[in-house]
């Protein structure tokens, strides 16, 4: 085995675990069972686990079952057949006191209790009701991470709507791309939001929107920046404030458990972005699973994860408060007005468990941050891998510190592996596969294998996985994505190594894996090499296959101001050489100015190897869905350039 252990759980903090509780309702040979056989027995028994899990969490589950829990096959099949169940419900039954605390981009902050959580998702859906919206039904919406996008959600969901929301620095192509595959009746929409101490006013880009979905009927306007005003559309329009005013009871509909919940999009890099259509029960199941046992959530801790509401972690962070947990918003900019603005809020705020992205960490560790804990007692880590030095700067920073680094995605909502409250942590590892999800390394032969890379793999249904993509006749593009390299089984386009005791990294994308003299690389490997070191932000590498026998790999490098050069890519190369292997040495150093990503984070490996091989920018992406149009366009000079030197 490799990786040095950095942390491990005391006994009093197993004992008081959540995964300890729930262990302690089930067979006696399971109480004590070691973690991976017990994950063997969620995996072999869906039936008896995710039975367990509603029980433990006390689901509400209408109606009468109709067949077993579990489907046999991944597509098509239906989750506890014939019993209902409303996400909702279940999140404002155990919603606490304090059940949102909404920090705003100047620091000032605001609480909204559960009572009043609840009274403003009751109103907000007998408006919809009023608005004509039925089960079935599209809203979407434009919001940022404050309490309207939480209350639009709940109140979608009762009513049994169908939601999606993009966050509001998204460009008007990029949300309509999205939306206008939806038909929604109804858009809720903000006219601007706050950035760094900046207002960015949206009305005219939300008037554009509005215009461009022909089937809209109602809009509902949140006057942030300018309170009173109303945009000038072609619909009806209402204010946020009158339709969130009213003091009804709440009114929750008897929903299949299959019953959409959302449409999440992905990222859009490259053609139109999939609507990920997931349904009522099956992620309120895995969300609670995953914050109850993966993240330890107790009822009355505080959870915030830095994330915008295009994020899927956002939709984990709203279901904290089905756990009994407080939802912290972080609206704003995590690095304005410094860098540690983050800690300094989850400290004053009291926050336990905090969920970041690798490399918010990563730059703490090099601006040599000094954070303090609060009440701080869970890291959750996700976005990307984190170095050995992420680990280290942690743990020389916090004491008792459960650093737990997971891996999921907007697919299925939830994680494959990540956290466990009763086994150690290794340093740079992903801890163990979450209960109820039959995860593998497969080679390209779809043999299982422990110790070297392969694809990411699933293979048993899991509740959370897609009921379809929006408008994909056939589930033709749905299979396509997941199915068509192993027929029955999920391959997530993950690049990921177990060891024998469970624990595993992720190698990056696979679609976007290197391949060298006919080895399989992982850029994940390379990134933690490269981004070590102090001078470098950040990294992107990309291998591009340029006919029968050319290949070009580009290690293109964000450096902090005043590098040297040349000495910078000599011990760049000798590390790479040193630490790993000549073959993943890149042809060519290239310094731009910084590494483009979607806006929810995620490097453009693919697009910008697509540009390498000679496809135009606007062939690759939606320039609405990434951080950094202008950025981008440097990127396609250079790939110009480059590839017209390098084919005839």
Request: hydrophobic share 40%.
């Amino acid at each position: 085995m490799t990786g040095d252990v950095v942390w491990r759980p005391t006994r009093q903090r197993v004992a008081a675990a959540e995964l300890t509780r729930f262990r302690s309702g089930l067979r006696p040979e399971l109480r004590d069972a070691d973690y991976l056989d017990l994950w063997r027995w969620s995996t072999d028994n869906p039936d008896q686990f995710w039975s367990a899990v509603a029980d433990f969490e006390q689901v509400e589950l209408g109606g009468a079952a109709t067949g077993p829990i579990a489907p046999d096959n991944m597509i098509g099949g239906a989750w506890f057949p014939g019993r209902t169940v409303n996400y909702a419900r279940h999140l404002l039954r155990n919603a606490p006191e304090t059940a949102l605390i909404v920090v705003d981009d100047d620091n000032r902050s605001h609480t909204v209790t559960g009572i009043e959580l609840s009274r403003r998702v009751a109103a907000l859906a007998a408006a919809l009701r009023s608005m004509g919206v039925r089960p079935g039904d599209r809203v979407t919406a434009v919001l940022p991470n404050r309490a309207e996008a939480v209350i639009g959600l709940l109140a979608c969901a009762a009513v049994g709507a169908v939601w999606s929301v993009c966050s509001p620095e998204f460009g008007t192509d990029a949300i309509v791309s999205r939306f206008a595959q939806l038909a929604p009746r109804v858009l809720i929409a903000v006219d601007g939001y706050r950035h760094g101490g900046r207002e960015h006013p949206r009305t005219t880009e939300m008037t554009e929107v509005a215009a461009r979905l022909p089937d809209l009927e109602q809009v509902i306007w949140v006057a942030d920046l300018c309170p009173g005003e109303q945009p000038a559309v072609g619909t009806p329009v209402h204010a946020w404030d009158a339709v969130t005013a009213g003091n009804v009871e709440p009114e929750f509909a008897e929903l299949p458990f299959d019953h959409p919940l959302w449409v999440l999009f992905s990222s859009g890099t490259t053609g139109i972005p999939k609507g990920i259509v997931h349904g009522h029960g099956g992620v309120l199941l895995e969300h609670l699973k995953m914050l109850r046992f993966h993240s330890d959530m107790h009822s009355g801790d505080r959870h915030m994860n830095v994330a915008s509401t295009s994020w899927v972690v956002w939709n984990t962070l709203v279901s904290a408060l089905g756990v009994g947990a407080t939802a912290v918003l972080l609206d704003g900019s995590p690095v304005r007005p410094e860098l540690g603005r983050v800690w300094q809020v989850a400290a004053e705020h009291d926050v336990d468990i905090l969920g970041l992205s690798a490399g918010y960490i990563h730059a703490c560790s090099k601006a040599g941050l000094e954070p303090r804990q609060g009440r701080l007692r869970t890291l959750q880590v996700t976005g990307s891998p984190l170095s050995e030095a992420g680990f280290d700067w942690v743990y020389e920073n916090f004491d008792d510190m459960w650093l737990t680094s997971m891996s999921g995605g907007t697919d299925i909502g939830s994680i494959f592996v990540g956290g466990v409250p009763e086994l150690p942590v290794r340093k740079p590892r992903l801890q163990a596969p979450a209960l109820g999800v039959a995860v593998a390394a497969w080679d390209s032969n779809g043999t299982p294998v422990i110790g070297r890379p392969g694809e990411l793999v699933v293979t048993e249904p899991m509740p959370s996985m897609p009921l379809r993509f929006w408008n994909d006749p056939g589930d033709q593009r749905y299979r396509e994505s997941y199915f068509d390299m192993f027929p029955g089984v999920w391959r997530h386009g993950d690049f990921i190594e177990f060891d024998t005791d469970g624990s595993s990294v992720i190698g990056g994308r696979s679609d976007s894996t290197l391949n060298r003299q006919g080895v399989r690389i992982g850029s994940a490997e390379i990134y933690r090499v490269v981004e070590d070191f102090a001078e470098v932000s950040e990294a992107l590498v990309v291998g591009a296959e340029l006919g029968a026998d050319d290949y070009d790999m580009v290690l293109f490098v964000a450096a902090m101001d005043g590098p040297d050069p040349d000495g910078l890519k000599a011990r760049i190369g000798d590390a790479l050489r040193t630490s790993l292997s000549p073959r993943h040495v890149p042809d060519d150093i290239v310094f731009m100015r910084a590494i483009p990503h979607t806006r929810t984070g995620k490097k453009l490996e693919v697009p910008v190897k697509r540009m390498l091989q000679g496809s135009p920018l606007t062939a690759v992406v939606d320039l609405g869905a990434v951080d950094d149009s202008g950025l981008l366009r440097e990127y396609e000079d250079f790939a110009h350039r480059r590839h017209t030197v390098r084919t005839p």
